[in-house]
């Protein structure tokens, strides 16, 4: 069993920035691929980024090239999503997810919670 915890979401304007965290704790966090995806209300889940276990390899969305940057820090089991130039689009809960690959949801075993990011114009 995995249990991942996500933080560092909030009330931004737009153009601010924001990091996300999420913490793993359980299997071997540094075996596995580890996504970021996003769910605003009344839309589907949808793929942000994703990094390999290495690290070597980032993948992201077309919407978020540029302005988030995913990466990883095997050592402290953790995942990170540093968001510049915050759009009010970007407004949705995050979350993070593990033992998986790809950008639809359902190629991902397991989930955060989920931290609300909210960007206002």
């Known amino acids: 069993q995995v249990q991942l915890v996500e933080s560092g979401g909030g009330y931004v304007q737009a153009g601010e920035s924001l990091r996300l965290s999420c913490t793993a704790s359980?299997?071997?966090?540094?075996?596995?691929?580890m996504g970021w995806f996003r769910q605003a209300p009344g839309k589907e889940r949808e793929f942000v980024a994703a990094i390999t276990w290495s690290g070597a390899s980032t993948y992201s969305t077309d919407s978020v090239k540029g302005r988030f940057t995913i990466s990883r820090d095997n050592a402290k089991n953790t995942v990170y999503l540093q968001m510049n130039s915050l759009k009010p689009e970007d407004t949705a809960v995050y979350f993070c997810?593990?033992?998986?690959?790809?950008?639809?949801?359902?190629?991902?075993?397991?989930w955060g919670q989920g931290t609300q990011v909210t960007v206002s114009s």
């Open positions: 997810a593990s033992h998986g690959g790809g950008s639809t949801a359902t190629g991902w075993r397991y």
């Open positions: 359980g299997r071997t966090f540094s075996a596995y691929a």
